[in-house]
């Protein structure tokens, strides 16, 4: 299986509290199963969970990731770093499409640093 990827994907990393317009804010983070059970066994990451159809994090009032801090900063990574992170949230703005003869790999545009590195 032949795997496309463009050269500056390896060049990607979050800006984190640098970001003009954080991916936490208004949007719902799915958890995988695998995730799920981990954050069940930590009480400060379980009490902002959704167990409706899909388990989800509960989002604040200001439509913020419960997690997200006043600096933008995420507190799960600084509690219990960046190998506690859901998929979504570890994959985001990467994106793998499926083909027949081939994957592509890519970073989505919905992301400014992810933006920046594709247009320059």
């Known amino acids: 299986m032949k795997i496309i990827v463009p050269d500056y994907y390896k060049d990607f990393h979050c800006i984190a509290d640098k970001c003009r317009h954080t991916c936490c804010e208004g949007w719902e983070v799915d958890i995988d199963e695998e995730s799920f059970e981990r954050f069940c066994a930590c009480e400060d990451i ?8 899909t388990p989800h994090f509960r989002l604040t009032d200001g439509e913020r990731c419960p997690f997200l801090n006043e600096k933008n900063l995420c ?11 859901c998929q979504i949230c570890t994959d985001h703005p990467r994106f793998r499409s499926y ?14 640093e992810a933006g920046r590195l594709i247009l320059s």
Request: glycine share 10%; with cysteine.
């Open 46 to 53: 379980a009490e902002h969970i959704d167990e409706d159809d």
């Open 99 to 112: 083909w027949t003869d081939r994957t592509e790999i890519g970073l989505g545009l919905v992301c400014e």
């Open 75 to 85: 507190n799960m990574i600084l509690r219990h770093g960046e190998d506690m992170l």
